[in-house]
């Protein structure tokens, strides 16, 4: 069993940089892909970004590619996700999840594993 939590939010303005990390305890971490999740008010939960178990292979929500970048640190049992050019509408409270797979998993519903949530807001 893994536990998540998520740190690093808060409110940046429009355009601006963030980076959202999320801390795994127990063992075994690198057998773990790790996804981004985030939920907008009045909105469903939607994926943003995963990783595989080793870091080689990513995949990305239409809506952040070439905007945000998920990376791991196995050693740190730790992954994070880099914001940047940050919009309004990526306003939303992030989560990070995991579930035991050496590939990339992007449906929400295969990940075993859920954080907390930290909050993201962005301003105008």
């Known amino acids: 069993q893994v536990q998540l939590a998520e740190s690093g939010g808060g409110l940046v303005q429009a355009g601006g940089s963030l980076r959202v990390s999320c801390l795994a305890s127990?063992?075994?971490?690198?057998?773990?892909?790790m996804g981004w999740f985030r939920q907008a008010p009045g909105k469903e939960r939607e994926f943003v970004a995963g990783?595989?178990?080793?870091?080689?292979?990513?995949y990305y929500a239409d809506s952040v590619k070439g905007r945000f970048t998920i990376s791991r640190d196995n050693a740190k049992n730790t992954v994070y996700l880099q914001m940047n050019s940050l919009k309004i509408e990526d306003t939303a409270v992030y989560f990070c999840?995991?579930?035991?797979?050496?590939?990339?998993?992007?449906?929400?519903?295969?990940?075993?594993?859920w954080g907390q949530g930290t909050q993201v807001t962005v301003s105008s």
């Open positions: 999840a995991a579930v035991v797979s050496s590939t990339v998993v992007i449906t929400e519903v295969d990940y075993r594993y």
């Open positions: 990783i595989s178990w080793n870091g080689g292979s990513t």
């Open positions: 127990g063992r075994l971490f690198n057998t773990y892909a």
